[in-house]
C-alpha cells in the first residue's frame, strides 16, 4: 500500500480530519486521491473562499464558492456559489435532495413520454405487416411533445414532497438519497413496462373493442394518450400532500393541465385533418377514450398506493 492510499484509508476511519497549512497543489492532491480511493457511489465536495482553493474546486466532483473579502476567484471557479459558509447546510440538504428527486421525476416521465408513442407505433406496425405507414402525422406527432404535454412537466420541475421544515428537522430524509432508489434499475423497468402496457392497451382496444376506421382509431389512440399522460404527471406530484405550503404551486399545475387540454381540444379544429370531428363530438368518442384510460390507469394508481402504503418511506414514517 502506497503512503498516498495508507493515508486516505486511515482519514476514512476519523470522524473528521483537518489538512492545515497546504499549498493550492496539496489541496488539489488531497481531493484527487480521496477520489481516486473512496467507494463509486461516494462524491467529493470541496468548499472555498480564495484563489489559493479554485484548484481544489476544479479537482472535487462539486465545487462550492463562497464570495468574501478574498475576492470571488472561487466562487467563480466553482459549481455553486454561496455568500455565507453557514449556507452549505441549506445548500445540500434541501436544495441538493430536492433537485435530485424532481431531476429523477422528470427525467424517468419524459422517457416514458417519448416511449410510449413509439411502442404504439411499433404495434401498429407489426399488426399491418410492417407497414411504413405512421400513426400520428403532421402537426399532432410535433405537439405531442411540445404542447400538448409540455406546461404539466414543469410541475415536475417545482415539486415538493416534503417541507423545507421537514427535512432541516429529520436529516434522516437527506439520508434515504444514499440508498438510490429514486433512479435505479428497478424504477426504468416499471417506467419501461408502465409504458409497454399502455401503448398495448391504447391500441389494441382501439382495434379489437371499439373496430372503427383509420381517422376514428387517430383520434381515440391520440385523446386517450394525452389524457393519460396529463394522468400520470398529475399522479407523480407531492403538492396535494403539502397543499397549505404549496397552494400557489398547486394551482399553477392545474392550470397548466387545463392549459394542455385546452391546447389539444383547439387542434381539433387548427388540424381538422388529423381527426374525425363528426365523431368527436359524440357520446360513444368519449365512451371509449373513458373506458380505455380506466383499464390503462387504474392499476398503476392502485399499485403505486398500495406500495407506499406497505413500504412507507422514511419522511413518511418520520
Excluded at 58 to 71: D, M, Q, S, T, Y
Excluded at 124 to 141: D, H, Q, R
Excluded at 257 to 277: K, M, N, R, V, W
Amino acid at each position: 500500500m502506497s503512503m498516498e492510499e495508507g493515508f486516505i484509508r486511515t482519514s476514512q476511519r476519523a470522524c473528521a480530519v483537518v489538512v492545515a497549512r497546504c499549498s493550492p497543489t496539496q489541496k488539489a492532491q488531497v481531493v484527487t486521491a480521496c477520489r481516486k480511493y473512496i467507494s463509486e457511489n461516494m462524491r467529493t465536495l470541496a468548499i472555498g473562499d480564495g484563489g489559493n482553493d479554485v484548484s481544489m474546486i476544479l479537482a472535487a466532483h462539486v465545487g462550492v464558492g463562497i464570495e468574501g473579502k478574498e475576492g470571488k476567484h472561487a466562487s467563480l471557479a466553482a459549481d455553486f456559489s454561496i455568500t455565507q459558509f453557514s449556507h452549505v447546510y441549506r445548500l445540500i440538504v434541501w436544495h441538493g435532495r430536492t433537485s435530485y428527486k424532481r431531476s429523477c421525476r422528470l427525467g424517468q416521465f419524459i422517457i416514458h413520454r417519448g416511449f410510449v408513442i413509439a411502442i404504439i407505433q411499433l404495434i401498429f406496425s407489426m399488426m399491418f405487416n410492417y407497414s411504413s405507414v405512421p400513426l400520428y402525422t403532421g402537426w399532432i406527432a410535433v405537439g405531442y411533445s411540445t404542447v400538448f404535454t409540455m406546461f404539466p412537466v414543469f410541475g415536475l420541475v417545482l415539486d415538493e414532497d416534503v417541507s423545507e421544515e421537514s427535512v432541516n428537522f429529520f436529516p434522516e430524509i437527506y439520508g434515504e438519497l444514499q440508498k438510490g432508489r429514486s433512479l435505479s434499475l428497478l424504477t426504468l423497468l416499471v417506467w419501461t413496462f408502465k409504458s409497454v402496457y399502455q401503448a398495448g392497451v391504447i391500441l389494441l382496444s382501439a382495434i379489437v373493442l371499439f373496430d372503427e376506421t383509420f381517422l376514428r382509431l387517430v383520434s381515440i389512440t391520440f385523446t386517450t394518450l394525452i389524457l393519460s399522460e396529463l394522468l400520470a404527471c398529475s399522479i407523480e406530484i407531492h403538492h396535494r400532500k403539502l397543499w397549505k405550503q404549496n397552494r400557489a404551486h398547486l394551482k399553477q399545475f392545474y392550470a397548466a393541465q387545463f392549459a394542455s387540454l385546452l391546447c389539444y381540444f383547439l387542434a381539433f379544429f387548427i388540424t381538422p385533418d388529423e381527426f374525425d370531428l363528426t365523431y368527436i363530438f359524440t357520446g360513444k368518442f368519449w365512451y371509449s377514450v373513458l373506458i380505455t384510460c380506466c383499464v390503462i390507469d387504474l392499476p398503476f394508481i392502485i399499485g403505486k398506493f398500495g406500495v407506499k402504503y406497505m413500504f412507507p418511506t422514511k419522511h413518511s414514517k418520520l
